[in-house]
Structures are given as C-alpha cells and as structure tokens.
C-alpha cells in the first residue's frame, strides 16, 4: 500500500506566518468570504486594511477579531463603484501603512437575498455590473497604480466557478456576465502588469454564505449531490486559496483562477 505523508494545514495557506510582515487590504470585509479572508490573512501575519460599505458593525467585529490576533487594521468605508472612494481609500491606506502588498477585491452586490432579491431583472443587472465588474476594475486600476509606484505586489479578483461552464437562470446570467467579466479582464490586467505585479483570481462555487444558509433544503441537498467533495463549501475554504495565492508560495503564478467548489466545475 502506498504511503503518503499527512501535511498540516498551516503549510499550505493557512496558520503558518506566509504573509508575515505584508499589508493586506480586504474589500467587502464585513461578513462572508471578505470576512474569512481577512482573518485568515491576519493568523498568516499580515495587518490589514477593511472596507465595507453599508455594514459597518460587521466590520468593526471584524477589526477586533483581528486586533486580538496581535495585528494592525485599518476599517474604511469605501464604495468601490465610486472612483472618489477608491482615490480615497488609496490615499488613507497610504497615509496609514505606507504600501499595500496585497489588494484582495472581494466586495461584490447582493443580488440574491433581503430585498435585493425582489429587484427587477434590469435593476440587479446595473447593480451587479456598478459594483462587482466596474467596480473590481476601477479598484485594479487603483491598485496598480500604487503597486507600480512601490516596485510590486499581488492583486486577487473573485469571479465565479460557474463563469467557464454556465447555468440556466435570471440571476446565475447575471453574475455569468460581471464575474466573467472579472475573470477575462483579470487575465488581460495580469499580462499587462507582468512581472512586478502578479494578479489572480478566485472562483468560489456553493458557498455556506447567507445565500447558502436560507436556501430550501432540497436545493442545499442537490448541492451536495453534485459536488464530488459531497458538502458546500465555507468561507473558510476560500480563505484559504486566498491566502495561497497572496503568499510567495504562488510566486510562479499570474493570471490562473482557483475554483473552490469541490469538484462541481472542473
């Protein structure tokens, strides 16, 4: 029988020091996947900087989650479809930490739950195109920018598994048209920026998020049906490529999606 050896999961990503001495900037930091990443960032050993746009007690909960960690973190508010905001943000980031070694774009529009999810087709369309397309590429833009000015750095983008594959729906064409057009956009900005700055991206697939978590059981089954891996996945589980991609153990990689999904897209 063959043997192979078990790796702790602090050597890949996780709670071993990979970013140690980096600043990490988080957008959409209050709750979710931008909540998961950015602690995980902080147990890895980077300090942080957090936007959030309308949740602010989310991300002040945040803030002292990674406070008791042992490291610095900035909170922002910041509405990425505003390039005011980003000029903004840039500026304060700068202001407090010097440099940002890694820009994460992780805030993104609620199409699906609360009342978002009663908007018109057009209107969650404009929604999700403002936000997470125009707004993950004004904030690219942002970034490199400064990372050009302090000599590198590290942009990961969140786009969608489903993105190279489809699915029938109002709202899974929806986010077919903003995260697929993060995901080519991110590959054109990685050839671009290449080799001082590294840009990837991030594909999760059914993730335990609030969409996840007030879905009908029957469909949440299905999931789990059709997923090789057999679970959704958690924030965690993307936090964890996050981080990956983000430390100089991916230092070969540019312009790559990372589906996190459990096998559903291959």
Known sequence: MLGFKKISPARFGG???????????????????????????ARAGADLALT????????????????????????????????????????RVKDVFGIVDVWINNAGADILTGE???????????????????????????????MRAQGGGVIINMAWDHVSLGMKGENPGLYSAAKGGIA?????????V?????????????????F???????????????????????PEDVAAAAVFLASDDAAFLTGQMIAVNGGVVM
């Open 52 to 91: 959030y746009r309308q949740n602010q007690t989310g991300a002040d909960a945040t803030a002292q989650a990674i406070r008791s960690l042992g490291r610095r973190v900035e909170v922002i508010r910041t509405d990425i479809s505003r390039p005011e905001e980003i000029g903004s943000l840039v500026r």
């Open 15 to 41: 709670e071993a020091a990979v970013l140690e001495h980096k600043i990490v900037l988080v957008t959409g930091a209050s709750s979710g996947i931008g909540r998961a990443i950015a602690l995980r960032c």
């Open 194 to 210: 290449a080799p001082e700055i590294r840009v990837n991206i991030l594909g999760p697939g059914f993730i335990d998020t609030a």
């Open 116 to 146: 978002a999810g009663k908007m018109s087709r057009l209107e969650k369309l404009d929604l999700v195109l403002s936000v997470d397309l125009r707004g993950t590429i004004i904030a690219s833009w942002a970034a490199v920018d400064l």
């Open 184 to 192: 080519s956009f991110s590959k054109s900005l990685a050839r671009d």
């Open 212 to 234: 996840g978590e007030g879905a009908d059981p029957d469909f949440r089954q299905q999931v789990i049906d059709a997923t090789p891996l057999a679970r959704w996945g958690t």
